[in-house]
């Protein structure tokens, strides 16, 4: 059984799943498309790529982290890592500085302007996230909460299982 980066173990496809649920799959799959096509220009959320992730592991660490560490925890390749955290030092929002208890090590610290920043950017996605919220009503906010929550438990059951989560291919993403 291969390992998919981010998604778990991957086993043989499922076996067969009733015509209704596949239909509903491909209306689900076209939706996903038809809302993708609303994000900004891939130049613009490109150069955003893995940052606030990052920046929510490291706020989350009970201190510094090495590079490798933060790679794991956000679910992304030492790549993906190199560069997003040389833009965010580029960008005051992080240093990185030699480990205190092996010189050879570096270890990431986030600055108080990326702790300023990163405040100021989850503030700004509750705002966003809120106002699609009370577009969509409070019921339908209810039930896409309960049905997301459900969702992550089958993902979750489906990891402990060894059974599929992602389609073939989806840690290759990005590489």
Same mark, same amino acid.
């Given at each position: 059984?291969?390992?998919?980066?981010?998604?778990?173990?991957?086993?043989?496809?499922?076996?067969?799943?009733?015509?209704?649920?596949?239909?509903?799959?491909?209306?689900?799959?076209?939706?996903?498309?038809?809302?993708?096509?609303?994000?900004?220009?891939?130049?613009?959320?490109?150069?955003?790529?893995?940052?606030?992730?990052?920046?929510?592991?490291?706020?989350?660490?009970?201190?510094?982290?090495?590079?490798?560490?933060?790679?794991?925890?956000?679910?992304?390749?030492?790549?993906?890592?190199?560069?997003?955290?040389?833009? $965010?030092?580029?960008? *005051?929002?992080?240093?990185? #500085?030699?480990? +205190?208890? !092996?010189? %050879?090590?570096?270890?990431? @610290?986030?600055?108080?302007?990326?702790?300023?920043?990163?405040?100021?950017?989850?503030?700004?996605? $509750?705002?966003?996230? *809120?106002?699609?919220?009370? #577009?969509?009503? +409070?019921? !339908?906010? %209810?039930?896409?909460?309960? @049905?997301?929550?459900?969702?992550?438990?089958?993902?979750?059951?489906?990891?402990?299982?060894?059974?599929?989560?992602?389609?073939?291919?989806?840690?290759?993403?990005?590489?």
């Amino acid at each position: 059984m291969a390992e998919e980066k981010g998604c778990g173990p991957v086993a043989s496809p499922e076996g067969d799943v009733p015509a209704e649920y596949r239909l509903w799959a491909r209306e689900l799959l076209k939706l996903s498309v038809d809302m993708r096509r609303q994000r900004p220009a891939p130049e613009i959320s490109q150069g955003m790529r893995g940052m606030p992730m990052v920046m929510r592991v490291l706020l989350d660490a009970d201190g510094p982290l090495s590079p490798g560490q933060i790679a794991r925890a956000a679910g992304v390749t030492d790549a993906r890592i190199a560069n997003t955290l040389r833009a $965010l030092e580029q960008r *005051g929002y992080i240093r990185r #500085e030699p480990s +205190e208890h !092996d010189r %050879r090590r570096v270890e990431v @610290i986030v600055t108080e302007e990326g702790r300023r920043r990163a405040s100021e950017h989850f503030d700004e996605l $509750l705002d966003l996230v *809120g106002g699609f919220l009370e #577009e969509l009503g +409070e019921r !339908d906010t %209810r039930d896409l909460i309960r @049905i997301l929550g459900h969702i992550g438990q089958v993902m979750e059951a489906r990891r402990r299982e060894g059974r599929q989560i992602c389609p073939p291919g989806a840690g290759d993403a990005g590489r």
